[in-house]
């Protein structure tokens, strides 16, 4: 089933979501890890609650996810272009710098 966007843009493939936060593994860690989400949803509100559910599945119990956008290119350097590929197939890749 492909999902169809909810706005007036007119996109001709899936919609790719770039989420880029912290996210947190222990209660009062401070520091955290930087990451970068990368799935495809019909959707904003979509691909934030999927971003968060898998980062809980990976054992992340905060997050704080600053910006969200569409990727409009595919990017050419690693990790980012193989995480761009798993979202292609429906996959939530996420990428932890540090």
Known sequence: MTAIPDN???N???MIFIIIGKAYEQDGDEEGVDI?????????DTAVREALNA???EG???A???QIG???DIPNDEP???AYQGALTGEVAIIKFG
């Not at 970068?36 to 904003?44: G, I, T, Y």
């Open 8 to 10: 007036d843009n007119n």
């Open 12 to 14: 001709d493939g899936p």
């Open 36 to 44: 970068h989400v990368m799935l495809r949803a019909p959707d904003d």
């Open 55 to 57: 980062l809980a599945e």
């Open 60 to 62: 992340f119990l905060e």
């Open 64 to 66: 704080d996810l600053d």
């Open 70 to 72: 569409t990727l409009t």
């Open 80 to 82: 980012h272009a193989s």
